[in-house]
C-alpha cells in the first residue's frame, strides 16, 4: 500500500512539472507542490506506521504509553535517583530489533552504547526515552522511523523506514 501511495503522488509530481509551460508556473510547481506532496506522503506514512505499531503492540499484548511525537515506551524496571537530564553522559546496555524480531545490534556485540544527552548522534527516539529513565532503569521502547533512522536507514544493518525495538538498561549514568 505505501509503495503504491508514493508511486501515485510521484506520477502525479511528474506529469504536473512535464506539463508546466511558463517560468511563473514552474517555479510555484518547484516550490508549492513538492512540499504539500511531501507533507501529505509523511503524514500518512507515520500514520503507517502507527497502525503497524498499534497491531504490533497489541498482537503480543504489550501495555504501553505513546508520546505526542509517536515514541512507545514501557518501563519495566525503575532505576534509582533523579531522571536523567540534558548534558549528562549516559551508557546503555541495549539491543536493536525491527518489528518483525530480527536481531541488528546489542551491546553485548558492539559494547555499551553511550552518548552526551542532548548532543544528537543517537536516534532522536532513543533521547527522548533515555530523558524519561534513571539510572538503573530497564525499559522497552518502539521508535517509529521518524524518529530513528528515517528514510536513509543507518548504511549498514538498518534499512530504510524501519521501525526499531530497543529494550534498554541504563548502566551509567555521569557529568560531563
Not at 516550490?31 to 502507527?50: A, H
Not at 497502525?51 to 534509582?80: A, F, H, P, Q
Not at 536481531?103 to 533515555?130: D, N, P
Request: with cysteine; hydrophobic share 40%; glycine share 8%.
Amino acid at each position: 500500500m505505501i509503495f503504491v501511495v508514493r508511486a501515485i503522488c510521484l506520477l502525479i509530481y511528474f506529469s504536473v512539472c512535464s506539463c508546466v509551460g511558463s517560468q511563473n508556473r514552474q517555479e510555484r510547481v518547484n516550490s508549492e507542490l513538492p512540499v504539500e506532496i511531501s507533507i501529505q506522503m509523511n503524514k500518512r506514512l507515520v500514520e503507517e506506521e502507527q497502525k503497524i505499531i498499534e497491531k504490533y503492540v497489541k498482537d503480543n499484548n504489550l501495555e504501553m504509553n505513546r508520546t505526542e511525537t509517536g515514541l512507545w515506551y514501557k518501563i519495566s524496571e525503575e532505576g534509582d535517583g533523579e531522571k536523567i537530564e540534558t548534558g549528562k553522559i549516559v551508557s546503555l546496555n541495549y539491543s536493536v530489533r525491527l518489528i518483525n524480531e530480527t536481531l541488528l545490534y546489542t551491546s553485548e556485540e558492539l559494547g555499551h552504547k553511550e552518548f552526551l544527552v542532548g548532543q544528537g548522534g543517537v536516534e532522536t527516539g532513543l533521547e527522548e526515552a533515555v530523558l524519561m529513565l534513571k539510572n538503573g532503569c530497564k525499559a522497552k521502547l518502539i521508535i517509529p522511523s521518524h524518529l530513528a533512522h528515517g528514510i536513509l536507514g543507518d548504511d549498514n544493518k538498518i534499512p530504510s523506514r524501519a521501525i526499531l525495538l530497543y529494550d534498554v538498561e541504563v548502566v551509567e549514568v555521569k557529568r560531563k
